[in-house]
């Protein structure tokens, strides 16, 4: 019988894996296609993918796995591994080092464990519901800021936040203390280790903020939708993070104006 401490010893083993298979593709030759929706993904993100779909697949064959790349495979929903090989294929592949890689194991649609790897800094980030969140083993927590008048803010997807929700893009550039704008999961990192206070992102798939959401809450933060609400499988991608309830609460109210 696999215990939480065994599936997290695997999580991040998966996690090395992949940060080794995406260093050996970083900022050498990339095949590029295009999805429908015009986002990029290059032979990184498969060939990613498919070393740690080949390491659950051996160690884990009943379990489901919800990859970007390849969608839900496997026959048991209850326990689901979800995938994110490149978050950020546009820095990636621009030479960026802030892209990352996402791991969660849901069980009965719940996120219980979640990774975030940062290959080109060496970093991994891995959260254990109910527990805390680890830095290379060390436990690492938001911080206690709860003023957002005071706070360090990450804006993510900025231009389309801009594009859609203009007056909220407004609030947003003068909210906080000091503010950044940025993409994929590296903001919602750095809050969990206590160096950002604040994250509004936008436009995510559930392999982009379910792993991440396990990270957060366990470090002591919140990461709920833009209503509040807790984040599930089919939650509408537009997500805040935040390092105190009090700062989340502040968070909530800019967003409704």
């Not at 996120?111 to 790897?117: D, K, L, R, Y």
């Not at 940062?118 to 805390?132: D, Y």
Request: hydrophobic share 40%; proline share 5%.
């Amino acid at each position: 019988m696999l215990t939480q401490s065994d599936l997290v010893e695997h999580a991040t083993r998966i996690a090395d894996i992949a940060a080794d298979a995406a260093r050996g593709y970083f900022r050498g030759a990339l095949g590029i296609d295009f999805k429908s929706d015009e986002s990029p993904v290059t032979q990184a993100d498969k060939g990613v993918e498919a070393q740690v779909r080949a390491y659950l697949s051996e160690h884990f064959p009943d379990h489901g796995v919800f990859g970007e790349e390849e969608g839900i495979t496997g026959g048991d929903s209850r326990n689901l591994w979800i995938v994110d090989p490149i978050d950020g294929t546009r820095s990636f592949l621009s030479g960026h080092p802030l892209f990352g890689f996402l791991l969660g194991h849901l069980v009965d649609g719940v996120p219980q464990i979640g990774v975030i790897g940062m290959p080109a800094l060496n970093e991994t980030f891995v959260g254990v519901r109910g527990h805390q969140t680890t830095l290379h083993g060390d436990p690492v927590h938001t911080s206690t800021q709860t003023d957002l008048n005071q706070s360090i803010l990450f804006i993510n997807e900025g231009e389309k936040i801009y594009r859609d929700y203009p007056a909220l893009f407004d609030r947003l550039t003068r909210a906080g203390q000091t503010r950044r704008f940025a993409y994929d999961c590296y903001p919602h990192a750095l809050l969990a280790a206590g160096h950002v206070d604040a994250v509004i992102d936008y436009d995510l798939q559930p392999y982009d903020y379910m792993p991440v959401s396990v990270v957060i809450q366990a470090a002591g933060g919140i990461m709920t939708d833009w209503v509040g609400n807790p984040l599930t499988m089919e939650s509408d991608g537009r997500v805040v993070s935040a390092a105190t309830p009090e700062l989340h609460q502040q968070l909530l109210q800019l967003i409704h104006g």
